[in-house]
């Protein structure tokens, strides 16, 4: 290969493979990450062989987990580093200490000795942190509760990392403790780097890039950017300590800077090219004549691996973290997998001799299919979780005291808690169901009466006293869901006036059906928002006002006459064209002037 096209016909080995492999997992539904892991396993050494050599690869594409960390650092300012602090040593420590244990007891009914064990156990105990946190930002769920648990526990998995690669030299062989660096001046030199990033980062770091911004270069400040980060990876990695813990601390310390979101932008692209070579990287290192000479081995060492880290992280996270258990199984999924640092930490233990390279090569696999398994797994579990929300809610409802509400508002969210207010600044009564135990715990905090529980299930309505209130109010933030309470409580409680909040016009289309008064959660606020928009590119206030309220009125019709064919694409698409036309039609007859109309042009001029 290197030959024939070099380095260039390598770069358009992985272009190709990504640009086929990802459009096509993501349409199946299975996400970016798993193309990626599919295409290296296609184009590396057992499959078309393009690419025969994947430990370069990898260790390039090592600056994509460290590009990744430097952005998390600049979402996290110091004073909320140390708010986490307690998440951070105590559910991560737990969760690293019971992992290890685990594993590393089961290992030791095959083994002669404690130090393989140890180090099997350390190693798999430790998730990666590219699959978790990208898994987490494409389902939109770094900001949750697990999310956030997630985050602190591969935060303190980097961190443990760094003494177990030093730690391996002294349980190998003799002849390995003689090349190691003493102890005490690997902790002297760690801590010498770890100050150096620091007031780098606090002093000198700002200063270069506010020179680098009075030039008014983006390609300067983009190669300021990349300096930033491969320089203090650097750093650490000339210490032997990891360099994305280098990048993270940089981040951090710049994340109250006024460079953030410019650094941010300009890193953003390399991050994405060097996780996706990254990923293609660790598909390329699944051997598959490992699996085909022990097929049951390997299956039974990841099926292990995913149970026991999973039942570990659903303990952890319920009575460490607090997190209800739907969460608990969350994190579970998304952190059961091996780590890219168990790469390492196995590549340093056969050098030390602490075991063989049949047994690495056993361990490479179990820890690439793990990663290759948790995109399903983390689906499965979601799916579940919303086939099953009696499962979810394990919670107890809460008992209600509230026997003669006028309303009852179901969800208590962004939407529920504006109607909420406006009740209870009318001295309306009305009682506030939600299904979520972390938005009923946070709405407390406020001083906010609200009641744990399923609106959908029928106790729950009859407990609230469904049957003495007027109006309901539908908020959920899952459609399903939403149909589902809106069609038990038209069945049950067919007085009621029952007002939802839809998603879309499907959305809404389906709770029209049960001649339900439907609000459309965007709509309103779009129409103001395009009034505004008018009015600052010059059109007068009221001219703008008439436009906003004439396409109000035009789509609610609109939506009505869509209702009646809204299970016939055909007839919708139809429906959907001919109303822009009309549409067109409506503002280009507003903007003709009438006869007799218009500026008065004044005598001997020609009419218009």
């Known amino acids: 290969m290197h030959g024939n096209g070099g380095y260039l016909g390598i770069i358009l080995v992985f272009l190709v493979a990504a640009v086929v492999a990802v459009p096509l997992f993501r349409r199946l539904g299975l996400g970016a ?88 156990g350390m190693g798999l105990a430790l998730s990666s942190t590219a699959v978790g946190l990208q898994l987490l930002a494409e389902r939109k769920e770094l900001a949750s509760d697990h999310g956030r648990v997630a985050f602190a526990i591969l935060l303190f998995q980097d961190l443990v990392a760094i003494p177990l690669l030093a730690a391996i030299p002294l349980l190998g062989a003799a002849k390995a403790l003689e090349r190691s660096v003493p102890p005490l001046d690997s902790v002297v030199t760690a801590v010498a780097a770890i100050l150096a990033v620091v007031v780098g980062g606090r002093f000198l770091l700002r200063h270069l890039l506010r020179v680098v911004a009075r030039a008014k270069s983006v390609e300067v400040f983009t190669a300021s950017a990349l300096l930033v980060v491969v320089g203090n990876a650097w750093l650490m990695q000339k210490a032997g300590l990891s360099m994305g813990l280098g990048a993270f601390l940089a981040g951090v310390l710049l994340a109250e800077s006024e460079f953030r979101h410019e650094l941010e932008s300009h890193i953003e692209p390399f991050k994405g090219l060097f996780l996706g070579l990254f990923f293609i990287a660790i598909g390329m290192s699944i051997d598959l004549n490992v699996i085909a000479d022990e097929p049951a081995l390997i299956a039974g060492g990841v099926l292990a691996l995913l149970l026991a880290k999973t039942l570990i992280l659903v303990a952890v996270g319920r009575f460490a973290g607090g997190l209800p258990l739907r969460s608990a199984l969350m994190l579970g999924a998304v952190l059961a997998m091996g780590g890219e640092f168990g790469f390492v930490v196995f590549a340093e233990a056969l050098k030390a001799g602490l075991f063989d390279a049949a047994m690495r090569d056993k361990l490479f696999v179990v820890i690439g299919l793990s990663m290759a398994a948790t995109p399903l797994a983390m689906m499965a579990v979601a799916r579940w979780l919303r086939e099953h929300p009696e499962v979810a809610a394990a919670r107890a409802p809460d008992p209600i005291d509230h026997e003669h509400p006028r309303v009852i508002i179901a969800g208590f969210g962004r939407v529920g808690q504006i109607v909420g207010r406006m009740l209870r600044a009318q001295k309306i009564p009305f009682t506030a169901l939600e299904n979520s135990a972390e938005q009923v715990d946070f709405s407390r ?54 007002y939802a909040r839809a998603r879309n016009r499907q959305h809404a289309f389906k709770l029209m059906d049960m001649d339900v008064d439907v609000t459309r959660e965007t709509f309103h606020s779009s129409l103001a928002m395009g009034r505004k928009v008018m009015e600052a590119l010059g059109v007068p206030p009221d001219e703008a006002a008439r436009n906003t309220d004439r396409f109000r009125q035009h789509d609610e019709a609109l939506l009505r006459r869509q209702h009646l064919v809204y299970d016939d694409e055909a007839a919708l698409v139809a429906s959907s064209h001919e109303a822009l036309r009309d549409l067109e039609t409506l503002f280009e007859a507003d903007t003709t002037p009438e006869p007799g109309e218009g500026e008065d042009t004044g005598e001997g001029q020609p009419p218009r």
């Open 33 to 120: 990450i798993l193309g990626y892991l599919a295409a290296g396993v296609a184009i590396g050494p057992d499959g078309l062989k393009l690419v025969p050599d994947p430990e370069d690869v990898l260790a390039a594409s090592e600056f994509g987990v460290v590009m990744l960390l430097f952005i998390i650092g600049l979402e996290l300012s110091p004073p909320r580093l140390w708010v986490m602090r307690r998440q951070v040593f105590g559910t991560g420590g737990l969760q690293v200490l019971l992992s290890a244990l685990a594993i590393g007891l089961a290992c030791t009914l095959v083994a002669d000795s404690w130090k393989a064990p140890f180090v099997i």
């Open 445 to 498: 905090r406020f001083g906010n009466k609200i009641y744990f529980g399923d609106p959908a299930r029928p106790e729950l309505l009859r407990a609230a006293h469904a049957e003495r209130a007027e109006v309901f109010v539908l908020t959920t933030d899952d459609p399903d869901a939403n149909v589902r309470t809106a069609r038990l409580v038209k069945r049950m409680y067919p007085h009621l006036k029952v």
